[in-house]
């Protein structure tokens, strides 16, 4: 009896220990190494110093944050620049987007990418024109789409996206790593050859954000990239960069001199610091955006209450002049860090404040998700260069009529 019993007992299992294995993809879970890297990290967080910036303490003050209380213009909604420097693109072509629909009130998206593209590849040209003595990085200036659309044109967003299919955030920090050791290679080996670089330049390009169209069809017709910008109701030759600052005269045009202007262009317009905030007041009471360019790494500058404000312990408001902005530049004490787009502005207790259209991500930790308010202050300390319609500034325009005289 024991014997069948066995026997029983191995017909049954035998079978299963030498049936065929059976694959399939699953999670491996190691929580001890998740441990080990979990401890490590805490350890290592222990040893590092502070990385912690100086900030004012926004805690229980309050600021003219809601929406509801400003007087806005036309915009069309925000979108993230993501890990990109392109935020003189995105707020620019915001800024034109905007202008065409006062002009017209046609509302149009326009590609960003598209003339992030050709910048660069202009770029890479004077990269190799100046043998490797020309600045080749992701920023540029509000000033570069005057330029580019000039010679190249521009395109809807739909037509030129910038992105692969399913790509949810820009990256282009892996494209310039890309470009720039490719440089760098150029200049070690002294291969100069303009084309070959601008050839192999526009394929990592191509590679990363796409090859950039040579028609678009609109409305049902079949435009050039220029064809298409002369169809729009702007004109580029209408529209001014002011600056304020005490290193060369007043009312001249000058270089504004910082990286991102890599081209050295002469085509900022240098005017008093009165005449500056003027414009910028004027422009917002009549209609007209403003595009702005300075400083946002300041302990006044903060995500979290969503403002930018100048604080009580670095200068008092009636200080604000312009010694206090150039000392400030000449010093790196401000620094061009980001271009930003004006869309609304209120007043309370007797200051401007601006609502700020913000394509980068500290613009979207809280709501509103893609704005800012700026104190008048701020601008007239930290944002070194505004772009408008000369009809914004129209008495200087008339006054000084050289301003149209641009020049690269």
Known sequence: MRILCL???LAILVPNLYSQDQGIYRAYPNPYFQHIVEEIEKFEKKTEASDKPFRVDF???KYPTDMALYT???????????NSGTCWAFSTTSFYESEIFRLSGKQVKLS?????????????RRFV???GNSVFDQGAQSSSLRRIWSKYGIVPAE???????GQPFINHDPMFVEMKKYLESVKAANLWNEEQVLETIQAILHHYIGKPPTTVVVDGKTLTPQEYLASLPIHLDEYLELISLMNHPYYTLVEYPVPDNWWHGADSFNVPLDEFMKVMKYSVRNGFTVVLGGDVSEPGYDSGAKVAIVPSFDIPSNAIDENARTFRFFTQATTDDHGIHCVGWSECEGKDWYLIKD???????IEPKGYYFYHED????KMMNILVHRDAALELWQKHPEFGKKKE
């Open 72 to 82: 806005q213009m036309w915009h069309n909604p925000t979108i993230s620049q993501g």
């Open 359 to 365: 394509s980068g991500s500290g613009s979207r930790n």
């Open 7 to 9: 026997v029983m007992v």
């Open 129 to 131: 024109q100046e043998r």
């Open 159 to 165: 037509a030129y996206p910038g992105m692969k299919p």
């Open 378 to 381: 701020y601008v007239k300390l």
């Open 112 to 124: 960003e990418m598209y003339t992030v593209y050709w910048e660069t590849v202009e770029k890479a």
């Open 59 to 61: 805690t229980g003050k």
